[in-house]
Nanobody
Framework: QVQLVESGGGLVQAGGSLRVSCAAS????????MGWYRQAPGKERELVAG???????RYADSVKGRFTISRDNAKNTLYLQMNSLKPEDTAVYYC??????????????WGQGTQVTVAS
């Protein structure tokens, strides 16, 4: 049974930093690309960043240069380091394992999400 458990969200001032984590279990972590998504109130869920099985990454234009996605295959854990946070980054952040090894693959399973709130 696939489990994805996010942690590390919270309240931060604009310009601050936060790191969210996603502990994965129930599948062979090394074999799947992973992604971070977010959903703000009244908006659709959107891709924030993806990482493939070789560690190659892709980012939404809105977070390029500020966010860094990484994975620790030994710990079955996905990370998202968020710097220079803006109020518009406020959302529930979800991790997902993708349906293949490429970061272009579709999400297969979702975590429960972690709230990130950026105060102005």
């Amino acid at each position: 049974q696939v489990q994805l458990v996010e942690s590390g969200g919270g309240l931060v001032q604009a310009g601050g930093s936060l790191r969210v984590s996603c502990a994965a279990s129930g599948f062979t972590f090394n074999d799947y690309a992973m992604g971070w998504y977010r959903q703000a109130p009244g908006k659709e869920r959107e891709l924030v960043a993806g990482i493939d099985i070789n560690g190659l990454t892709r980012y939404a234009d809105s977070v390029k240069g500020r966010f860094t996605i990484s994975r620790d295959n030994a710990k079955n854990t996905l990370y998202l380091q968020m710097n220079s946070l803006k109020p518009e980054d406020t959302a529930v952040y979800y991790c997902a394992n993708l349906s293949g090894g490429s970061y272009w693959a579709s999400p297969a399973n979702w975590g429960q999400g972690t709230q990130v709130t950026v105060a102005s």
